[in-house]
């Protein structure tokens, strides 16, 4: 009787142990998703600003003050603006 006591408890200890070890992994894991969501808010914050950032670079009125003031470019004269149609398919005409 002595021996199968012995061996429940080694086996409630045995038990005990990897309850313990499976709770500490989980929260391991728990710790380190968390901080991956977090990295994952910071980097949408910073896809954001990125846009922001890049609908301001490509705004029309800057790239047309950068045109006139750096590359010395003007509009021509609406007499010098020449409108050209789209040619026809002349190879699908038999």
């Keep these: 009787m002595t021996k ?3 061996l429940l ?4 200890v045995m038990c005990a142990l990897g309850v313990i070890t499976a709770q500490h992994k989980a929260r391991k894991i728990f710790i380190e998703l968390e901080q991956e969501q977090e990295l994952a808010k910071k980097m949408e914050v910073e896809w954001g600003q990125l846009q922001l950032e890049q609908s301001t670079w490509a705004m029309h009125t800057r790239i047309e003050k950068i045109a006139t003031a750096y590359l010395q470019m003007q509009v021509p004269d609406a007499s010098r603006i020449q409108v050209v149609q789209p040619a026809t398919d002349r190879a699908s005409r038999p």
């Design 4 to 6: 199968l006591n012995l």
């Design 9 to 12: 408890v080694l086996v409630l």
